[in-house]
């Protein structure tokens, strides 16, 4: 609590710290009345029950009380939420946008990532947007959560207080895969970010390097690592060439990885489904310049 990693850690935590602190007063207090009353009351010391007929005094109390304290709880929650909706007009604008499973940044310069990288102190405003079903991000330590909701645009904002890398989640239950959208957010110097954010040598690579950083960039390797290792894909190791097990259609067959299987299997995954793993690859054609699966592969390429 009070680590103060974004503008709003403060007011949410302040408010929890309120609502947590009511109920705790509520359990403790009518335990411990709930006690006394079975004692003080117990037939032994109370043989007779005697009846109470109405008490102004106690009606209005019971009725003010608990009023004033949730809205002194709604006072907290209200104005709390107030100020994550209202964007400072200097904010820098990133486009975030979710699918299953895994999550894109994109700046206004065009540079895309899978991890959010911001200067520390700016306020910076992300819109939201999902390919497919509703998403949500979740930034714990900053103490923001919006859904992505698909066909609508909806926003965040907040202020990177302290140096360092934060954790970003999916908060809504968005199929098999849900728990692997993660990503990270960098908050890292002015200095840092400009160099950073002007750094186009991406733009300037060329094949196999422009390749990998396109894998990276389209959150391929969220799942198909380069080293071997099978995670929710295959492994990218060793595809070049490699004779695989498809079924399309429902047919079983025996290809051999080319380019053109290549290029089929990531613009339309479900038409050749690799035999052992499931059918859940997002679609990127019209996504991709042949260009850029030209570079993709060529990288694939080098890793025998
Ligand atoms: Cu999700």
Redesign the pocket.
Known sequence: MFTNASNFTNDVDLTFAIIIGISLFFLIGLTALMIYFMVRYHHKRNPVAKDIHGHVGLEILWTVVPTILVLVMFYYGWSGYTDMRKVPDDAMKITAT?R??SWTFEYENGKKTDTLVIPIDKPVKLDLLSEDVI??LYIPAFRVKEDLVPGDTNYMWFIGQQLGTYNIL?A?Y?GDR?SY?VSKVDVIEQQAFETWYNDTTQATLEGAEAGLALLKQNACMSCHSVDGTTMVGPSFKGLFGRNTEIESNGIVKNITADELYIIKSIEDPAADVVKGFSNIMPAYKDKMTQKELEQMIEYIKTLK
């Open positions: 979710g299953m499973w998403h949500s999916c809504e968005c849900h959208m």
